[in-house]
């Protein structure tokens, strides 16, 4: 072959490959934005996990600035008995609340979902889904703990404050919005003998629950930690009446 | 000094990797293939060095031309629709384990004739 | 150390400093890719966790700038020398109206539970009920006029009669009001499969009403610690 034959058929080579290349650019731009796919999908995940961080960093900001907020309540009311007093009952408004670590004698009741059976393994007549924790068992064991007297309630790390809910969302159990999955570990503080008690009598919540086929544990313990609510306590609509 | 230098430099780089800010999740794929590559550099100077041949401006811009190369090659697969990452995937990992395999019979060779010589 | 040798020394550090502040800014991406479940979600479900996080950060940014005002606020008066104890009033008011310890009015729901014929009201369906309305947003919630507040609990004692913190007692007809996003409660509990759509569909006999200026009254009786440490 001489050189002017080699040029010719390079020169239709690159031609050939540069229009195929640019083709197929073009079909694949049109396909993403008729599917909807790949560059509106990658742009929508960075915001989400763009705003994700954003929330996370004034979450932080917003915790040291609650510590700040304490030091300056202190030292504000050093001098001032009348204001002392105030701050301390402040201190146990808060507490109530929710927002502040609480520890004390109490008690630690785990539910989980019965792994152990199967469509096959139960009667023909059961439901499986009995066996599985569903959220008004844990709203009914919520409110029998209430009702023994507990001053702090929090279920796998999950504060409960005055309003909480606990919903089923499909498959999933939420708790303060927050996706919440077995073996469901439920602190209390209070005194472990009334709740044991209200709690684990015949034909109580444990009884009805155990009867169901969901695995119950309850054991009182000296000390335990609850952890504070994380979300914010906000007021929209109500105001003091007149 | 170069080893002190290494692992001044990496140390660095975990103390403000964990703080950085985070990238854009689109370009989270190019910084992956980025890092194969980056890594096969490494140990390909790693494997040289032992072999006695390492050449320092072969192994610095291997490590950068790699890098950029296949964050190139990960576009335009991206553009053309063919997953032209795993073919780098796949060549970059295999030097990998090519190198390794130089690395680990260099040392195993080392010991043996370390064991021949306390034998004599 | 000849110059060369410093080349090579720094060179290689600064090679090492970028791959492994590359590794951990990429495993950063990913740990908060895996955190959010984002791998797999759908377009539609991408927008409502972008909207969710969004809401997320503007909730968490007002209380933050309110924070921000109340220290501001403190120091004024530190250094002015003059009496705090006006700002912890205020604190306080916010805390008890949330508490329960006042009275309160607002916008809201009024729901009337009452007994028929074939269907009586336990105190799990009055639970259920409060639960909903939590999380539809109710900020203030009241049976027969009694509030609910954090740890109010209910039970039954008869078939007629359901106790609410051990003294008191109530009967049908249950009067549930709620202050809150109107629109928010109306929707959750009328939608298919919402508390009132399924209980009406099942023989209770059941109403809701949308009001305004609903009043509720404060918590009667003192909430005291005896088993938190303080």
């Given at each position: 072959m001489n050189k002017k034959n080699v040029c010719i058929t390079l020169g239709i080579m690159c031609f050939l490959l540069t229009v195929a290349i640019i083709i197929q650019f073009n079909t694949i731009k049109n396909a993403n934005m008729i599917a909807g796919q790949g560059g509106v999908s990658t742009e929508l995940k960075d915001e989400v996990l763009k705003w994700k961080e954003k929330y996370d960093q004034t979450f932080k900001e917003l915790e040291k600035s609650e510590e700040e907020l304490e030091i300056q309540r202190e030292s504000a009311s050093n001098n001032d008995l009348v204001s002392s007093e105030k701050q301390e009952e402040l201190k146990l408004a808060n507490i109530l609340l929710g927002l502040t670590q609480v520890s004390g004698r109490g008690t630690i009741i785990t539910v989980e979902d019965?792994?152990?059976?199967t469509s096959e393994t139960i009667?023909?007549?059961?439901?499986?889904?009995?066996?599985m924790v569903h959220a008004e068992d844990l709203w009914m064991i919520v409110n029998e703990l209430k009702n023994a007297r507990v001053e702090a309630i929090s279920i796998n790390d999950e504060r409960i404050i005055a309003n909480s809910s606990i919903t089923c969302e499909g498959n999933v159990i939420l708790i303060n919005g927050n996706v919440v999955s077995s073996p469901f570990v439920i602190t209390s503080i209070g005194s472990p003998e009334a709740i044991i008690g209200a709690l684990d009598r015949p034909d109580g919540i444990i009884d009805f629950l155990e009867r169901d086929g969901v695995i119950v544990n309850m054991e009182g313990k000296e000390k335990v930690t609850i952890p504070k609510y994380n979300g914010i306590i906000d007021v929209k609509y109500i105001r003091n009446a007149d | 000094m170069v080893i002190l230098s290494i692992i001044i430099g990496c140390l660095l780089g975990v103390i403000i990797g964990v703080n950085a800010p985070l990238i854009p999740y689109a370009y989270s794929s190019y910084l992956a293939i980025s890092i194969i590559a980056a890594l096969d550099s490494v140990f390909g100077g790693i494997s040289s060095t032992l072999k006695g041949n390492f050449d320092f401006k072969i192994f610095v811009s291997g490590f950068f031309c790699n890098a950029i190369l296949s964050i190139l090659l990960t576009y335009l697969g991206q553009k053309l629709n063919v997953d032209i990452y795993l073919a780098t995937i796949v060549v970059f990992v295999g030097r990998m384990f090519t190198n390794l395999t130089i690395i680990r019979r260099h040392y195993l060779e080392k010991w043996n004739t370390k064991k021949e010589q306390n034998k004599q | 150390m000849k110059k060369g040798k410093w080349t090579i020394i720094v060179t290689i550090g600064i090679m090492s400093f970028i791959l492994v502040l590359v590794m951990f800014m990429q495993f950063k991406v990913v740990e908060q890719t895996d955190i959010v479940g984002i791998?797999?979600?759908r377009d539609t479900e991408l927008r409502e966790a972008l909207a969710d996080w969004k809401e997320k950060y503007e909730e968490t940014n007002k209380k933050l700038e309110e924070n921000r005002a109340k220290i501001s606020e403190y120091k004024e008066k530190i250094s002015e020398n003059k009496e705090v104890s006006e700002i912890l009033e205020k604190e306080l008011e916010e805390a008890n109206i949330i508490l329960g310890k006042t009275d309160v009015e607002g916008d809201g729901v009024i729901i009337t539970l009452t007994d028929n014929d074939e269907k009586t009201y336990t105190y799990s369906n009055i639970l259920d009920l409060i639960n909903e309305l939590k999380f539809a947003g109710a900020e203030a919630i009241s049976i027969n006029d009694i509030r609910v507040i954090g740890n109010t609990y209910i039970a039954n004692i008869s078939n007629r009669y359901i106790i609410l913190n051990n003294n008191n007692k109530i009967t049908s007809p249950y009067v549930i009001k709620a202050i809150g996003d109107q629109n928010n409660m109306q929707s959750n509990l009328s939608i298919k499969g919402g508390y009132i759509y399924v209980l009406s569909g099942n023989g209770y006999t059941i109403n809701m009403e949308a009001k305004k200026k609903i009043k509720i009254y404060k918590h009667e009786g003192e909430l005291d610690l005896k088993y938190i440490e303080k």
């Open positions: 019965n792994k152990n059976v009667g023909a007549l059961e439901n499986i889904s009995d066996y | - | 791998e797999n979600m």
